[in-house]
C-alpha cells in the first residue's frame, strides 16, 4: 500500500478525555436559548413552561440512549448517521446525511453571524463581516489540530456557561434567604407556586411553547459525532449520556425556578435576557456585557461544534459512497483529521460574511436557517426508526448499553416529534419554515430515490 493510501485511510486519533465528552455533552445541552430566550419562553405559558423544559428533555434523553446504543455496539462510527445506512439502507442514509450537513452548514452559518452581532456590541465600528472572518479562520486552524484541542476549547466554552448559570442559581437562593425585595415583590419561590395555573396564556400559547425549546435542545445529539474520537468510547459514552437528565434539570429546570422565584413570572421581560436583569438587580452594572461574552462563547462553542460535526459526516460520506468527487474527503492529516473536509466545510461557511453584507440575501437567509432547524426533526424520526431496526438486527447486543422498555419509549418518543412537527403548520410564525422543509424532503427524496449510489467497497 502505497503513502497516499495510508494517509487516506489512516483512523481518527483518539484525542478526546472524559472531561471532555462530559463537557462537550453540558455544551450541547445548554445553548443560547437559555441565555437570550428564557424571558420569552416564560412569558408564553408562565411556570408551566418547566413541564414542557422536563417532556422535551425526555424525548431527547431517549434519542441519545438510542444513539448511545448503536455507538455502544460499534465505537468506531465518525457519524451516528451511519447506522442509518446500515439499518435503512443506502438511499435513506444517502438522504439523512446530506440534509443533517446541509443542516448543521446553516447552522454553523448562523451562529458566525451571531458571533459578529455579540462581537460588534464592545466594537460597533469594526465591520462585522471582519469579524466573521476572523473568527472562522481562528476557529478552521484549532480544527486542523487533533481532536484533543477540540475537546480542551469546548470543555472550557462549556464550563463558561456552567457558572454563568451556577452563579444565577446561588444568586436566587441567596435573595431568597435574606427575602430581597426587588421593589415589584419579595423573592421567594412562593412567585412560582401563587396563583399557579397550567395553562395561563391558553392552551394554544402551551402548545407553541414546545417548538421552541425543542429548538434549544437541538444539537444535543453531537455527542453521538465524539465516540471515535475518544480514549475509551464505551464507558465514557456511556457515563455522557446517563448523566444528561440531572444536567437539563439541574440547568435548564434550576435556572428556571431561579428566575422566576426573584421575579413574578407576568413581570419578566419577553424581549430582554432574564440573566441582564438579575445580573443587574444585585449591582453588576455591566451585566449585559456579561451576559453578552457567555453567548458570545456559546455560539462560539455551536460554530466550532458544527465544523466539528460537518468534516466527520462529510468523511463517513466519502467512506460510504464511491462518487469520484467525495474522495478527497477520505484524506487525514498527520493530526488525525479530515483536513480536506475541513477546507471544505470552511470555504462554504465563508459565504455568511457576503450574507451579512446584503439585506436581501440576509431576510432569506432567516427563512432557510428555520427550514434547516426543522429538518433536525427528521434526522431525529429517522434515527430512532433506524434504532428500531437495530434492535430487530444480529448486531444487537442485549449485554450492551441497552435502552429499558425501548418498545415502549421508541414509539412514545417518535410520537412526540411527530406531534412537535405538526404543531409547526398551526403557528403563523412556524408554517412557512415547515412547509419549506417538506418540500425539501420531498424533492431532495425523489432524487435520491432515483439516483444510482456507489457504494464504496
Not at 40 to 54: E, W
Not at 98 to 114: D, G, K, N, P, R
Amino acid at each position: 500500500m502505497n503513502t497516499n493510501q495510508n494517509e487516506e485511510n489512516k483512523p481518527s486519533q483518539r484525542g478526546l478525555k472524559n472531561r471532555h465528552i462530559q463537557l462537550i455533552a453540558i455544551a450541547g445541552t445548554i445553548g443560547t436559548g437559555l441565555f437570550l430566550g428564557a424571558g420569552k419562553s416564560i412569558h408564553l405559558t408562565g411556570p408551566s413552561i418547566i413541564f414542557v423544559y422536563l417532556i422535551i428533555g425526555a424525548l431527547m434523553y431517549i434519542l441519545l440512549r438510542a444513539i448511545g446504543e448503536m455507538l455502544y455496539q460499534d465505537p468506531n462510527q465518525h457519524s451516528f448517521l451511519n447506522f442509518v445506512s446500515r439499518y435503512l439502507g443506502e438511499k435513506p442514509g444517502y438522504f439523512i446525511q446530506w440534509s443533517y450537513l446541509l443542516v448543521v452548514v446553516f447552522v454553523a452559518m448562523a451562529e458566525l453571524i451571531a458571533i459578529g452581532t455579540y462581537i460588534n456590541f464592545w466594537l460597533p465600528d469594526l465591520p462585522i463581516w471582519m469579524t466573521e472572518v476572523f473568527v472562522l479562520v481562528l476557529l478552521t486552524l484549532l480544527n486542523t489540530l487533533n481532536p484533543k484541542f477540540f475537546g480542551e476549547t469546548e470543555f472550557w466554552f462549556g464550563m463558561i456557561k456552567i457558572v454563568a448559570i451556577i452563579c444565577l442559581i446561588l444568586t436566587a437562593i441567596i435573595l431568597i434567604f435574606s427575602h430581597y425585595h426587588t421593589g415589584t415583590d419579595t423573592v421567594s419561590v412562593t412567585n412560582i407556586t401563587k396563583g399557579f395555573e397550567f395553562f395561563p396564556n391558553g392552551l394554544s400559547n402551551f402548545f407553541e411553547s414546545f417548538q421552541m425549546v425543542m429548538f434549544a435542545f437541538v444539537s444535543m445529539e453531537f455527542i453521538g459525532m465524539t465516540a471515535a474520537e475518544t480514549d475509551n468510547p464505551r464507558p465514557t459514552l456511556k457515563k455522557a449520556i446517563n448523566q444528561i437528565p440531572i444536567r437539563i434539570v439541574l440547568f435548564y429546570v434550576g435556572a428556571l425556578l431561579a428566575i422566576m422565584s426573584i421575579y413574578q413570572w407576568r413581570d419578566i421581560p419577553a424581549d430582554k435576557s432574564p440573566f441582564v436583569t438579575i445580573f443587574q438587580l444585585i449591582g453588576i452594572k455591566w451585566a449585559a456585557a456579561l451576559v453578552n461574552f457567555v453567548v458570545l462563547t456559546s455560539a462560539a462553542s455551536a460554530l466550532n461544534s458544527a465544523l466539528f460535526s460537518i468534516i466527520r459526516n462529510l468523511y463517513s460520506l466519502s467512506k460510504l459512497n464511491n462518487d469520484k468527487i467525495l474522495k478527497p474527503f477520505t484524506k487525514f492529516s498527520k493530526a488525525g483529521v479530515p483536513v480536506n473536509a475541513l477546507l471544505f466545510t470552511s470555504l462554504l461557511i465563508l459565504f455568511t460574511p457576503f450574507i451579512s453584507m446584503i439585506p436581501a440575501i440576509s431576510n432569506s437567509f432567516v427563512f432557510i436557517t428555520s427550514v434547516a432547524t426543522n429538518l433536525f426533526l427528521v434526522v431525529y424520526l429517522m434515527t430512532l426508526i433506524t434504532y428500531l431496526k437495530y434492535r430487530k438486527s444480529s448486531d444487537f447486543d442485549p449485554k450492551g448499553f441497552v435502552l429499558p422498555a425501548a418498545h415502549i419509549f421508541i414509539p412514545l418518543a417518535i410520537a412526540g416529534f411527530v406531534l412537535i412537527f405538526i404543531s409547526l403548520f398551526c403557528f403563523k410564525d412556524t408554517i412557512v419554515p415547515a412547509i419549506g422543509s417538506v418540500i425539501w424532503v420531498l424533492i431532495f427524496g425523489l432524487f435520491t430515490f432515483f439516483k444510482k449510489i456507489k457504494t464504496a467497497e
